[in-house]
């Protein structure tokens, strides 16, 4: 069986998170996550402190496992939801799109273990100082908000510049990729495109099939001219956008008013034309709709037969 120190940190069977998707990643999916053996999250997104609270609360009747809460440091609520999971003592925090240090005494005074996401080593480096308790670091082939080095270039360096365990994302859908991320130092991994098609996610049931339909060029990234490039699949919506941030006429107000509620679009209505579906690259790698814990246990029997067998390499 495949375990390390994230197990012990966080009290899961398997090295696996699941990753904070916005308008995705609620109550239903983190605790079919958590009930399979990894640590199921909660996105707290852009939304207020009573969704948070209350999606809290559901995932706690849904199971008796470990579970975390996302937090993107970006949204207009963030002081807000930053005191929710301190006052429900959630276990886990993992944060993005900013700097965690100013709410770190708080969560850490609640008992939350906190584990920033990163896409750079200054950035590992900031947050180990700060008095994380791992790192997430994410490469560029992941869906959703993206930097610009590859996970396989970036994983070993943050594991050079910390002494915390480091969990792997982008580009990981199968126990091929848990066993890379492992041989290149990482102690778990996060997951996010994959989940999207687990049977417990309520996502639309056209964004599955989009993902389900992938191929390994079916991703863009765009916002670049914006400072936040986005992953997503290739869709009506996307190429305009794209089409539209090269456009001088276009200013950046406009960009970012394109882009508004097209992921709720894609997520909860399933617009094909309007909605922005974002996934990683790996999306071409996704083939079936599965309960979490099936994909789970799949993901790594399959890591556990690469790892037995790597000495074959070695003469």
């Known amino acids: 069986m495949v375990k390390s120190s994230i197990c012990d940190l966080l009290g899961i069977k398997y090295p696996i998170l699941q990753g904070g998707m916005a308008w995705i990643s609620e109550a239903n ?43 993107m440091l970006m949204s207009p609520f963030a002081d807000e939801v930053a005191k929710v999971v301190a006052e429900e003592r959630v276990p886990v925090v993992t944060t993005g799109a900013g700097n965690p240090s100013k709410y770190m005494d708080a969560w850490q005074s609640a008992g939350i273990k906190v584990i920033p996401l990163v896409a750079s080593v200054a950035m590992a480096k900031l947050v180990t100082r700060a008095g994380a308790s791992a790192v997430i670091a994410e490469g560029s082939e992941s869906g959703g908000h993206v930097g610009d080095t590859t996970t396989m270039v970036l994983v070993p360096q943050v594991c050079d510049v910390t002494q915390l365990p480091v969990i792997a994302a982008g580009g990981i859908a199968d126990g091929r990729g848990v066993a890379a991320a492992l041989m290149l130092g990482a102690q778990g991994v996060q997951l996010g495109t994959r989940f999207l098609v687990a049977t417990e996610c309520v996502v639309h049931q056209n964004y599955k099939a989009k993902v389900i339909k992938a191929t390994d060029i079916s991703t863009m990234a765009t916002g670049k001219r914006l400072g936040h490039p986005v992953r997503s699949l290739k869709t009506a919506f996307s190429r305009a956008y794209l089409k539209a941030e090269y456009d001088h006429l276009v200013s950046d107000a406009d960009l970012e008013a394109l882009a508004a509620g097209a992921l709720r679009l894609a997520a909860i209505d399933g617009d094909s034309e309007k909605g922005c579906f974002l996934a990683g690259q790996i999306a071409g790698m996704i083939k079936k709709e599965q309960p979490a814990a099936e994909m789970i246990a799949e993901i790594f029997e399959e890591a556990e037969n690469i790892l037995r067998g790597a000495m074959k390499w070695v003469k």
Not at 37 to 54: F, H, Q, W
């Open 29 to 71: 999916l983190a605790a079919a996550v958590s009930n399979g053996g990894g640590l199921g999250i909660i996105s707290a997104m852009n939304a207020d402190a009573d969704y948070l609270r209350t999606q809290i609360h559901k995932v706690r009747a849904l199971t008796d496992e470990p579970f975390g809460v996302n937090i």
